[in-house]
């Protein structure tokens, strides 16, 4: 399989994306038509509250859940209408996913090394390949001296970090976190999170990130609030990360709201609430701006 990788493109690029899950008679709708591009080389975030549609998303870019309609495109693969047989090489080759529970994503009885290796082992590659590939990562995420170890014998921290490895065993254009630093302490988090811009800068891994931690968002490039299966704001890094204090995030990020192909957008929840914003608003183009207001009869 040939991985897709002119530079120029997006790496992904989801259109009016769509995924209804059906339990016996009923449906719920957990992504209700999202637009989302990530460029190749991103590290961005996710955020948005507990069942707004974030792990939803990450499992169809990651091959594990079909999408329902709209459009999902990945590094050149149309995530709609891929053979099943493409989907299985898809998983191994294009992406790299990191769950939050840290046994999940790797063997118990396997060392940190021979667990990187086993997707080099499906995959094909030469065990000297594998072995020299496998040693690089762990010294990337900073684990060379416990190579040997098996998970019991390494912190919660510590498996994410083997666990980042796992995923980029067979070097994927794209990576997948799905809350990674959801059980470790905030030094940790920021540790992991090093990692993942380090990876950027060296690999041009793009990584996209669920997470609901404020403090991390500070340190990636963009951050996509998702809302009820939608894209609602987006925050885009204005100056250099401050590093001397990651913690200060609104000097660094600058919000938007996200319009989708038909120029929709979702208002604040706070600002509609404020203004007493019911169905109907008015809107006017005034001096370069558009004035929204509420309409009469919600104010009363
Ligand atoms: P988040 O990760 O943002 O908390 P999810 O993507 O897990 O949100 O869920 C979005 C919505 O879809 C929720 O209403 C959830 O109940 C529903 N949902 C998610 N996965 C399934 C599933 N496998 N079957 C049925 N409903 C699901
Ligand atoms: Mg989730």
């Not at 792990?55 to 309609?69: K, Q």
């Not at 063997?107 to 086993?118: F, K, S």
């Not at 020299?132 to 014998?153: I, N």
């Not at 995030?249 to 007493?276: I, K």
């Amino acid at each position: 399989m040939s991985v897709d990788i002119s530079p120029s493109e997006p790496l992904v690029v989801c259109e009016n994306l769509v995924k209804i899950y059906k339990i016996q008679d009923l449906e719920a709708m957990a992504l209700q038509g999202l637009d989302l591009t990530v460029q190749r080389g991103e590290l961005m975030a996710i955020v948005g509250n507990s069942g707004s549609g974030k792990t939803t998303l990450l499992n169809v870019l990651g091959g594990l859940d079909r999408p329902s309609a709209g459009s999902a495109m990945v590094a050149g693969y149309n995530l709609l209408k891929i053979p099943e047989r493409t989907l299985v090489r898809y998983k191994r080759e294009v992406v790299g996913f990191i769950w939050q529970q840290t046994s999940r994503n790797l063997i118990p009885y396997l060392t940190a090394i021979q667990n990187v290796e086993v997707p080099m082992i499906v995959h094909g590659t030469s065990p000297r390949k594998r072995r020299e590939w496998a040693k690089e990562l762990l010294a990337e995420v900073g684990l060379a001296d416990r190579m040997h170890h098996l998970p019991v014998q390494m912190s919660g921290g510590q498996q994410q970090r083997v666990a980042i490895a796992v995923g980029l065993a067979n070097n994927p254009p794209l990576l997948l976190a799905d809350e990674p630093t959801g059980s470790v302490d905030t030094a940790t988090a920021n540790l992991i999170f090093d990692i993942f811009r380090r990876l950027t800068q060296n690999y041009g891994t793009t990584v996209m990130i669920v997470t609901h931690d404020r403090t991390v968002t500070a340190r990636v490039d963009r951050v996509v609030q998702i809302r009820d299966g939608k894209t609602s704001t987006e925050s885009l890094r204005r100056t250099a990360i401050n590093l001397d204090d990651p913690l200060d995030f609104n000097s660094t990020h600058e919000e938007y709201v996200v319009l989708d192909n038909a120029g929709r957008l979702q208002l604040p929840r706070e600002a509609m609430e404020q203004l007493n914003i019911k169905r109907k608003v008015k809107l006017d183009v005034v001096e370069g701006k558009i004035e929204i207001r509420p309409a009469e009869e919600s104010s009363k």
